[in-house]
């Protein structure tokens, strides 16, 4: 699926060792809807993932609060060794319990059992976003099951673990054969569609159509008059942090011109749109518009041509004003 709103093409990069580890040579989640992606060997399909064993005699301390800014203190004496991915559940927490078909945000610590050295964390900085269905065997079993705000030590056995691409970390004595210990502290599931307050909207705006499950799908356009410059209006307005320029931001959305209201593209029959948000990677109605914006809204876009594709466009891209119904579902 070829997307529209962006100017040009920009890759995004994760930083962190266990994104290389988890997910092969493909870092990122992506930046477009229908870039191809790589999972681990061990990784599992939806639907068929076993939670792991709990195991309260799991011989790991953690010390220290469940802050994803503040990295806990664990320890334990290696080598440590398991035969089957065993969780001990060191800190419960009390939100939506984890399912094998979502995309979980959360903070981490990993350990090589067989000499105790940290291998990588996020702690203190960027947390980790995954769909279990797509990550190694052994953490998604480790998920699976628990609840958001769970601290959790994962014991991850080598034959649900990340096999040679151990040897991405680079340190002497681990392999495919060691047992990793994680730690993690679970902060949220990212939810698939806008989740806040429901707003209402002037009269004379464009009306979003839905499906039978709520899925935007269109609009009925009663007033094609081109605005003077970008409206935005939250439909529903979300709860989570507000988007500054630089953030990578999660989305979903549908786009059609104003003037006759036919959809040109929808991310809702592809994958969710991934991309920074104000720094000119994306037409201007966006880069501006969605600025200030929080997490779980769903906002109403009607941008004029000037701060769309203009009224002769190239590449085929859609010609005059345009209007989208965007979902924020993540930022960082």
Not at 73 to 94: H, W
Not at 107 to 125: K, R, V
Not at 164 to 176: L, M, Q, S
Request: charged share 20%.
């Amino acid at each position: 699926m070829r997307t529209f709103v962006r100017r040009r093409t920009a890759v995004l990069s994760a930083s962190a060792a266990l994104a290389m580890t988890l997910l092969g040579a493909c870092a990122s989640e992506g930046d477009v809807p229908d870039e191809t992606r790589q999972s681990a060997s061990a990784s599992q399909s939806a639907n068929t993932i076993e939670p792991a064993a709990d195991d309260t005699t799991l011989a790991v301390t953690v010390e220290g609060e469940v802050n994803p800014a503040v990295k806990p203190t664990v320890t334990f004496a290696p080598p440590l060794a398991v035969t089957e991915t065993k969780r001990k559940v060191v800190t419960p927490g009390t939100g939506v319990e984890v399912k094998d078909t979502d995309e979980l945000q959360f903070a981490y610590s990993l350990y090589a059992g067989s000499t105790g050295e940290e291998l990588d964390s996020s702690y203190g900085g960027t947390d980790a976003r995954f769909e279990l269905a797509k990550i190694t065997k052994g953490l998604a079993r480790g998920f699976v099951g628990a609840h958001v705000g769970d601290r959790l030590v994962i014991a991850i056995a080598p034959e649900d673990g990340f096999g040679e691409a151990n040897t991405r970390f680079g340190k002497e004595g681990v392999d495919a054969s060691t047992t990793m210990i994680m730690v993690a502290d679970l902060i949220r599931v990212i939810p698939t569609r806008a989740d806040g307050t429901p707003v209402t909207p002037p009269a004379d705006l464009p009306v979003v159509t839905y499906d039978a499950e709520g899925v935007p799908t269109g609009f009925t356009v009663s007033d094609p008059t081109p605005p003077a410059d970008t409206v935005v209006q939250p439909l529903l307005q979300g709860s989570g942090p507000a988007l500054t320029a630089g953030m990578n931001v999660k989305m979903q959305y549908v786009g059609a011109t104003l003037a006759d209201g036919k959809v040109f593209q929808s991310s809702w029959e592809a994958d969710p749109f991934q991309t920074p948000i104000g720094t000119g990677q994306l037409i201007t109605g966006w880069d501006e518009g969605l600025i200030g914006q929080t997490v779980g809204s769903r906002v109403l876009l009607v941008i004029p041509a000037a701060k769309a594709y203009g009224d002769t466009p190239a590449e085929g891209r859609p010609a005059g004003a345009l209007v989208f119904v965007v979902d924020i579902l993540d930022a960082y």
